[in-house]
Structure formats: structure tokens, C-alpha cells
């Protein structure tokens, strides 16, 4: 009995009709009245929770007053994020060219075949098309240049290879070749015992495309011939060009020592490259 006494209170407040009377308190004159039961008021009060809802939801999109919301971020710092995401995009791009172009240059100097090296055509300008400053650093040998023109020469008996074998060079130093090129051992050029400080000569005109140190061949230099043709000289004692130099065949580009972890006493260890792949000194130059 209680319990159907409870479900008609509450059957009755929602049918009930109520009213909302506002008048005069001086003459009692009524002047606005409002019907309404139980049932339409909670419709009402549902209806304008969602009213309140959706305008709150369009002022936080489509107007600034978002701004003001904590942790929501302002226009200048969405711009900011926007400018910072294609910098950081911009950099990561750059730092994959510059770690495949370390990658590539540290094989070329490890002595292996780069799948992309600066060495092939097109890769690095010609030394005619290039206007670089000239050092004269060769004022202490010009007196021997004389001497060992007459060294100018290339091994007839050999097969040619492309348009190289037509090519004149000069030894980069005369002496005894105690390493010869072997790929099956792994040794990709020759190498040459001289004078102590004799003096490397530059093999062909070309462009000195790198000059430097290395941990395990010790001061090499790089030159770019024609021809798509590379010339390397490691183990030097001291370099005598910088990078972008131009040089004339002959010319003195560094002295012979022995640097480099690989070395086993004083020599110059040369090197030739055509087209990106190793070639034997001996088919080209007498040493």
C-alpha cells in the first residue's frame, strides 16, 4: 500500500496542471501567467541543457574566446607549431642527404665500390668548368719537374679500357712496387716504395675533390680527372693542395710518408677509379 501511494504522488505531480501567476501586489491586477505540469518543465529544462551545449560547443570552435580556454593553444602558437613541423621536416631531408653523402664518401675511402659516389659523370663539373683560386705550392720541386718528364708514359701492351688507355700519364712517384693490385685480396691499388720525402705528383690534370685525414689510410687526397676518372693517393706525410684546387699533370700534390693505421712503413698506396669501380695502376702507368 505504501508503495502504490508513492506511485500516485508521483503520477499526479506529472499530470497535475501548475501555474505561475505574476501580479500587482498593490491592486492584485495580474499581469503575466504561465501553465505548465511536471512533464513540460523537465522537456524544457532538457532542451535548454542541449541549447546550452551546442553554443558552448560553436563559441569554443568557431570563435576566438577558445583562446581563453587553459591548454588550448592561441594562433600564434598553432603557427609557431605548424612553422617548427616543416622546419624539423625540412632538416630531417637534409640530414639523409648528409649522412648518404658520409656514407658513400667513407666507403670511397675504405677502399670499397659507393653505390652513389660524387666520382660519377655528371656528379662533379669538369676541370675545365671550374674557375677555382690557383696555390702555387710546388715552388720547392720545380727543379726535379724537368727530370721526370721524360717518365711520361703509359703501358702500350696493356688492353685499352675505354677512352683511359688514351690517356697520357704521369707516375705519381718513381720507386719499387711492393703491393700489387689484388681484389681478391681486397687490395684495390698499388703500392709504391720511394726517396724518404719524395714528392706525389698529380697522375693527370684534374680538381682535388678531397683533401684530408683518415684514420686508417692517414692524409689522402682525391683528384677528378677526365674521362670519369679518380686518382687516389693515401699515406702521405703532408698534403700540399686543398680541396677545390685545380692541378696540372706532374704537379706536386702532397709528400710521401707513412700515416694511417693501415700502413706498414713509408710508401704511397695509389689508387685508380673509373666510372665508380677500381682499376689496376700497372695497366696504365709505368712505375
Known amino acids: 500500500m505504501p508503495k502504490e501511494r508513492k506511485r500516485d504522488k508521483i503520477r499526479k505531480l506529472f499530470q497535475n496542471p501548475y501555474r505561475i501567476v505574476i501580479f500587482n501586489d498593490l491592486n492584485l491586477h495580474i ?29 569554443i ?8 580556454i587553459p591548454g588550448y593553444p592561441t594562433g600564434k602558437m598553432r603557427q609557431m607549431l605548424i612553422r617548427n613541423v616543416l622546419i624539423v621536416d625540412s632538416l630531417d631531408l637534409e640530414i639523409q642527404r648528409r649522412d648518404k653523402y658520409f656514407n658513400d664518401f667513407r666507403a670511397m ?14 656528379a662533379i663539373p669538369r676541370p675545365d668548368q671550374v674557375q677555382f683560386k690557383k696555390y702555387d705550392h710546388d715552388s720547392l720541386f720545380k727543379d726535379e719537374i724537368s727530370q721526370e718528364q721524360t717518365n ?39 703500392d709504391i716504395v720511394g726517396k724518404l720525402n719524395a714528392r706525389i705528383s698529380a697522375a693527370l690534370d684534374g680538381t682535388v675533390i678531397f683533401a684530408g685525414w683518415t684514420i686508417n689510410t692517414g692524409y689522402v687526397i682525391y683528384l677528378q680527372h677526365e674521362q670519369n676518372l679518380v686518382t687516389v693517393y693515401r699515406h702521405n706525410a703532408e698534403l700540399l693542395k686543398i680541396q677545390g684546387d685545380k692541378v696540372r699533370a706532374g704537379e706536386a700534390i702532397a709528400i ?9 712503413g ?19 702507368i709505368k712505375f
Open 31 to 59: 499581469i503575466k501567467q504561465i501553465r505548465f505540469n511536471a512533464r513540460t518543465l523537465v522537456m524544457a529544462l532538457v532542451f535548454a541543457v542541449v541549447v546550452i551545449i551546442i553554443g558552448v560547443t560553436v563559441l
Open 61 to 68: 570552435a568557431f570563435t576566438p574566446l577558445r583562446e581563453y
Open 109 to 122: 675511402l675504405a677502399g670499397e665500390t659507393p653505390s652513389d659516389t660524387a666520382v660519377r659523370r655528371g
Open 152 to 190: 711520361l708514359g703509359i703501358n702500350s701492351g696493356q688492353v685499352a679500357r675505354g677512352g683511359v688507355a688514351g690517356l697520357l700519364f704521369f707516375p705519381p712517384i718513381n720507386g719499387m712496387i711492393t703491393g700489387k693490385y689484388d681484389l681478391s685480396n681486397g687490395h684495390i691499388g698499388v
Open 256 to 264: 710521401m710518408g707513412n700515416t694511417g693505421k693501415e700502413t706498414t
Open 266 to 284: 713509408p710508401h704511397l698506396h695509389f689508387e685508380m677509379w673509373l666510372n665508380g669501380a677500381s682499376i689496376n695502376p700497372e695497366d696504365y
